[in-house]
């Protein structure tokens, strides 16, 4: 028999709904026990984000999202690997504001 392919084909999909944008946007995430870590936002859409992490997030835990002036984000962590998680917002966040964050955090 022979070994399968270390890597499905099927998790080759992109499963994004919207467009993200590059960004590098320092910020803390709080989850729902008040604990915060340091994270830097490396990609936006108005549906999601992906972030660097210091210490890994639980899948399933609700976080809050803040950095300076911008809007505070709220959403699930949808999926973690060392140092880096994806987040689905709990509320779309606008086309608009998304541009206006994008623009000024622009890598």
Not at 16 to 36: C, F, I, M, N, Y
């Amino acid at each position: 028999m022979e070994n399968p392919p270390s890597y499905p084909q099927w998790l080759a999909r992109e499963e994004r709904k919207a467009e993200r944008h590059e960004l590098a946007l320092s910020g803390t995430a709080t989850d729902s026990r008040t604990v915060q870590q340091p994270v830097e936002m490396v990609d936006l859409s108005p549906l999601g984000c992906r972030l660097r992490v210091v210490e890994p997030m639980r899948v399933g835990s609700y976080i809050t999202l803040a950095s300076g002036s911008a809007p505070r984000l709220e959403g699930w962590v949808a999926w973690s690997r060392p140092f880096e998680c994806g987040v689905d917002f709990a509320q779309p966040v606008p086309g608009i504001v998304v541009e206006q964050i994008a623009a000024r955090a622009a890598p």
